[in-house]
């Protein structure tokens, strides 16, 4: 039975407030507005921005409104369209974006963003274009984190932030599209531009430097090296290509001063993959005078980095990225047919698949170290 036009009630994940467990909950979802689109969210990764939003609001992060349904990793299918909808209709699977792409504004328009604006003010504030949430919770407006809310088992985004893609992808697998991979991965190809032969540094190996580690593989780097300080990390990172990996805290020196005398005077890139400013700067003073490169993947809202200005002025790059430099609409789907290709991995960033009562395990599996991704089974109703 079609359930166009009505509110629906499914369970979703909702963290009432920071630093508190989610706690799962009965929710409504309303229908879709004009240019919205309601989408039963089958699969989403659990990213650490979900976790720091959530244990570190107020702290390193700017506070959000809570109560909040948090994730946006997510893929699905389109359960129904509001007015104005042509791109896409029931059924069709989809990944939904935190980071939209209009095609209209100034930045969708040049070539050298991914930086949409549309609905940027209000998807900040966790609501759709009108000002309001479509998620409420015993009768109170439930907040939908960077518009996306991938903890839920429906939820209603924007149409210029879905991405359509093949119909055969695995929607447990192409989820990690929506944040994680494709930010580590963009973060090398995109905005580091590496290249062939080059000496590359990739500092975190959770699934944004695995997937940075795999970007600067694919680009044809000769040497990468991996740098976290849990060991655990490295078997994983050498699986997608790290050719050396370091633990900081095996090392007496800064970790910068190590990596220079381990490449002869510091590597061409430098990805940050951490989100710590320490590390930032660590990365740019690895990076070998002259052209050296570092960018920036690692999130942090109201922290500052150390930047000398001699490391710039000897002609050092710095460079931050958001969501790997894609174009989302356009490229997501490109990447998860190069997934269905075998050109690009997925599988091997899944360390765990849990049902939605367990996202506070996953969580846990994070903070801790233990996982790289664990991918949330929304429809998986065992505890
Ligand atoms: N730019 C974007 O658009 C974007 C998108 C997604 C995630 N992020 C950010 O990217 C970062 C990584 O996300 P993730 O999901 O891979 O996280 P994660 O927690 O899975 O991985 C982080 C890794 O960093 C390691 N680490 C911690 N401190 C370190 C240090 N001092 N030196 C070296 N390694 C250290 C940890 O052991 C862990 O392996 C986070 O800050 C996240 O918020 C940014
Ligand atoms: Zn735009
Ligand atoms: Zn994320």
Not at 248 to 274: K, N, Y
Request: contains cysteine; charged residues 20%.
């Amino acid at each position: 039975m079609s359930t166009a036009g009505q509110v629906i009630k499914c369970k979703a994940a909702v963290a009432w407030e920071p630093g508190k467990p989610l706690v799962i909950e009965d929710v409504e979802v309303s229908p879709p507005k004009p240019h919205e689109v309601r989408i039963k969210v089958v699969a989403t990764g659990v990213c650490h921005t979900d976790w720091e939003y959530l244990y570190k609001s107020g702290k390193g992060m700017k506070f959000r409104p809570f109560p909040l349904v948090l994730g946006h990793e997510g893929a699905g299918e389109v359960e129904s369209v509001g007015p104005g909808v042509s791109k896409f209709s029931a059924g069709d699977k989809v990944i939904p974006l935190f980071l939209p792409q209009c095609g209209e504004c100034e930045r969708c328009l040049s070539p050298k963003t991914n930086h949409c604006r549309k609905n940027w003010a209000n998807t900040q504030a966790g609501v759709l274009a009108d000002g309001t949430s479509r998620i409420s919770c015993r009768g109170q407006q439930v907040f939908q984190f960077l518009g996306v809310s991938s903890f839920s088992q429906y939820t209603v985004v924007p149409d210029t932030s879905v991405a359509k893609i093949r119909s055969d992808a695995p929607l447990d697998k192409v989820c990690l599209l929506g944040c994680g991979v494709s930010t580590g991965y963009g973060a090398a190809l995109n905005a580091g531009k590496v290249e062939k032969d080059s000496t590359c540094a990739v500092f975190g190996l959770g699934a944004v430097g695995l997937a940075a580690v795999m970007g600067c593989q694919v680009a044809g780097a000769k040497r990468i090296i991996g740098i976290d300080i849990n060991p655990d990390k490295f078997e994983k990172a050498k699986l997608f290509g790290a050719t050396d990996c370091v633990n900081p805290r095996e090392h007496s020196r800064d970790i910068q001063e190590v990596l220079v005398e381990m490449t002869g005077g510091g590597v061409d890139f430098a990805l940050e993959c951490v989100g710590n400013p320490d590390v930032m700067t660590a990365a740019l003073e690895s990076t070998t005078d002259a052209w050296g490169v570092c960018v920036v993947a690692g999130w942090t809202e109201t922290e500052a980095m150390k930047v000398a200005v001699e490391k710039i002025l000897m002609g050092r790059t710095l460079k931050g990225t958001y969501f790997g430099g894609w174009k989302s609409v356009r490229d997501i789907p490109m990447l998860a047919d190069d997934y269905m290709k075998k050109k690009l991995k997925l599988d091997e960033f899944i360390t765990h698949t849990l049902p939605l009562g367990q996202t506070n395990v996953a969580f846990d599996l994070l903070a801790s170290g233990k996982s790289i991704r664990s991918v949330i089974s929304l429809w998986d109703d065992s505890t």
